[in-house]
């Protein structure tokens, strides 16, 4: 007996089609009647029902469904703790899809740690935010999208029944400059103060519809430099004669000083004073599929990593 055709049987269940279960399970119609009808001989008995208006369980459909929830779930819970027996280092086989926004590649590349760890077990890809979005829809549990949330994208997901998302940290935007007149005693930046001010931007396009959100009624019009690589903003503030600010978040800040970059001594961050300016990063994940052991293990290994290495970050 596979576990795997028992799960399609939970997904049969479900949906109430045979389409819409091999869709969901990431398998051909014609696969997953051969699972389901392989599964009936095994059995020696019926357990769906077609018609014209879907597929149905049979009494002994019901019965063996029942015992598959349990089996599927128990499954689970055993691979999770044979993969928490596993080293890091030994996790290279069980390696999944990781797809991740602008910002959140950004903040894992300042920490040479953190990518090691992230690269041990998943292939990491960029990609906007929409197509993130349509990964997580149709995810079949074994791809994760690690993203930032802010403005319109947390409407997007609010809206979605088929994605949820889990946060990992918060961050808020603002900027980096030198200890300076620009920051020096200010708590927070108000957008009015920064626009006219000399700056250097992110000009990735997921970064610069972030800009044109939070900037939309005050825009900058000082900009001295663009790049898409956070370090070299920094650098870049750090070098220049005139007092520059640099576009960042508070996480990415704090990673680069906990890491000792030279590029950062002597700066300081500022947040901008406004609730646009607040984001999450988490992953977004499919809402009616169970995520898979390794998957979810993923998760669990950043959120032990962040908690351990970030203790004092808020």
Do not use: W
């Not at 999770?80 to 086989?93: A, G, P, V």
């Not at 825009?219 to 007092?243: C, F, I, K």
Request: net charge neutral.
């Amino acid at each position: 007996m596979n576990v795997k055709t028992l799960h399609y049987l939970i997904e049969l269940e479900r949906t109430g089609s045979l389409y819409a279960a091999a869709r969901q399970a990431r398998i051909s119609q014609q696969g997953m009647s051969k699972a389901i009808a392989s599964l009936e001989a095994e059995l020696g008995c019926p357990l769906v029902t077609r018609s014209l208006r879907g597929t149905s369980l049979t009494d002994a459909g019901r019965i063996v469904l029942e015992s598959a929830r349990g089996i599927v779930a128990e499954h689970q819970r055993m691979t999770e703790r044979l993969l928490e027996l596993e080293s890091i280092d030994d996790l290279s086989r069980y390696r999944i899809n990781v797809f991740v926004s602008h910002y959140a590649a950004q903040i894992a590349s300042i920490d040479p740690e953190y990518v090691r760890l992230l690269s041990t077990n998943t292939f990491y890809v960029e990609e906007p935010f929409a197509k993130l979005l349509m990964r997580a829809r149709s995810s079949d549990g074994t791809d994760l999208a690690f993203t930032d949330l802010f403005g319109p994208s947390v409407g997007q997901v609010a809206d979605s029944p088929d994605v949820s998302f889990e946060p990992i940290i918060q961050t808020r935007y603002g900027f980096i400059g030198k200890e300076g007149a620009h920051l020096r005693g200010k708590a927070a930046l108000h957008r009015g103060e920064v626009c006219d001010l000399p700056v250097a931007i992110d000009t990735n396009p997921e970064a610069g519809r972030l800009i044109d959100l939070l900037f939309a009624e005050h825009p900058l019009r000082n900009v001295r430099m663009g790049t898409s690589s956070q370090r070299m903003l920094v650098e870049y503030v750090q070098m220049a004669d005139s007092d520059v600010l640099a576009f960042s978040d508070s996480f990415s800040y704090y990673i680069m000083r906990k890491n000792g970059l030279p590029e950062v001594q002597g700066l300081h961050f500022t947040p901008l004073a406004t609730l646009k300016s607040v984001a999450q990063v988490g992953f977004l994940l499919p809402a009616r599929t169970t995520l898979s052991p390794q998957a979810r293990h993923t998760i669990r290994v950043l959120r032990r990593y962040i908690a351990e290495k970030c203790p004092d970050y808020s």
